[in-house]
């Protein structure tokens, strides 16, 4: 009975978890496509992508059945509701959206989908590599989603953000600490918070990758024979 409660527990705790990401990643699709002046189908489309499109294509990749959203019809509603609200608030108040006010509630879904995305790529048996990988996909295909159809470079890709790179960091965390003796509900929680805060620290403090040298057009380039 107790293993019985213990395996329950440690779902509802990472279900719980990814309703926290669920709605973070929503909220971001919903201020992202009203800076892009989208009407309200456009605004739940984008917010539906990106909450839905990470974890969806991690149940695919997994073999999990059924698809988290499926599983869980409430978070549907949930997506649909804050859409509908967000895009007539953001619209009749003429709220300005920044760039960067888009990137806080990404961070936060980044953080959380990573460490959850790893934790249930653990439980069905996988290497800590694949794993890793898997909280990458989570955490980062929504945003890709939501950036090609706003016609943008993802941010997974572009200007030299830490943003997959911590996704995948974490993910080892993860898996670390329960190597370490943590629990797998502790650690995923443990990383979870790590990844925000350190994609919220990469934003405030402008970290990023080495850039290319950038060369004038005229500046031969010289390769080694």
């Known amino acids: 009975m107790t293993n019985v409660l213990s395996v329950e527990t440690v779902a509802a705790v990472l279900t719980g978890m990814e309703a926290v990401g669920v709605v973070a990643f929503a909220l971001s699709g919903i201020l992202a496509a009203a800076r892009a002046r989208l009407d309200v189908v456009g605004v739940s489309v984008i917010a539906l992508l990106t909450a839905l499109g990470g974890g969806t294509l991690r149940d695919v990749l997994l073999d999990r059945e059924p698809f988290f959203w499926v599983a869980y019809e409430l978070w549907l509603w949930v997506i ?107 650690a995923t929680a443990l990383g979870a918070l790590g990844i925000a805060v350190l994609r919220i620290l990469a934003l405030v403090f402008n970290w990023q990758l080495p850039n290319w040298r950038r060369f004038d057009d005229t500046e031969a380039i010289t390769l080694p024979n």
């Open 80 to 186: 649909l509701g804050l859409s509908v609200v967000g895009a007539i608030t953001l619209r009749s108040r003429h709220f300005s959206v920044t760039e960067r006010a888009i990137q806080w509630p990404d961070a936060i879904g980044l953080g959380v989908f990573a460490a959850v995305g790893t934790q249930l790529a653990l439980d069905e048996g996988t290497s800590p590599l694949v794993a890793a990988l898997m909280g990458v996909v989570t955490a980062s295909v929504g945003g890709i989603l939501r950036d090609t159809l706003l016609n943008k470079i993802p941010w997974v890709v572009a200007s030299y953000q830490l943003y997959a790179i911590i996704a995948f960091a974490g993910g080892w965390l993860v898996w670390g600490l329960q190597v370490w003796g943590l629990s797998s509900t502790v």
